[in-house]
């Protein structure tokens, strides 16, 4: 899923920036991707992510965003935290669901760091545990990627209703607010 205006490969965070996300390099060691195995994945993880209590979201908003199938041109090589991976690896499933993301940060970094025939990391989704997601490595090369066609969010109402009713979510259609004359 990414910015409609976006290409859906992107290795972030941009240059210069500080670590945003939960499998960033804390230092700048590597850039990270991330991708889920389904729409549903994408969206909990990007539309919805941090909104466990307040799922009320702007149409405009959610139009903003496109969601673009990628096939992989190579098998990819990924640590496995999740399931029997997370005992292996040293961890449990906070990995993937603590608010802080130190602990994350420091196994990725180790894997980045440690193994350099690993790609990246699949995990489970915060949101839904039912969703697996990937944070791949910028050693993944965008000719390793094929992207399918870019889908826009305002062409496909029925998974925008369909995905907002599984994650209990609504849009707020209000008109927007004028401002009140000084």
């Known amino acids: 899923m990414h910015h409609k205006d976006n290409g859906p490969i992107w290795f972030g965070p941009k240059l210069g920036m500080p670590p945003a996300n939960r499998f960033d390099a804390s230092g700048g060691e590597y850039r990270a991707m991330y991708a889920a195995t389904s729409l549903d994945g ?19 908003n959610v139009h903003l965003r496109a969601w673009t199938p990628i096939e992989t041109c190579r098998p990819l090589t990924l640590a496995k935290l999740y399931d029997d991976g997370l005992l292996w690896h040293g961890t449990d499933a906070g990995i993937s669901a603590s608010e802080s993301y130190t602990a994350s940060r420091r196994i990725a970094l180790a894997l980045h760091s440690e193994g350099p025939a690993v790609d990246g990391i699949t995990y489970r989704s915060r949101h839904d545990n039912g969703e697996l997601c ?18 826009l969010f305002g062409d496909h109402p029925a998974e925008i209703e369909a995905m907002m009713r599984k994650y209990a ?14």
């Open 42 to 60: 994408a969206f909990v993880e990007t539309v919805l992510h941090g909104r466990t209590k307040d799922r009320i979201l702007t149409r405009a």
């Open 134 to 151: 990937f944070a791949l490595f910028d050693r993944v090369l965008a000719l390793d990627l094929k992207p399918d066609a870019r889908m």
């Open 169 to 182: 979510a609504v849009f707020d259609d209000s008109l927007p607010v004028s401002s009140p004359a000084a």
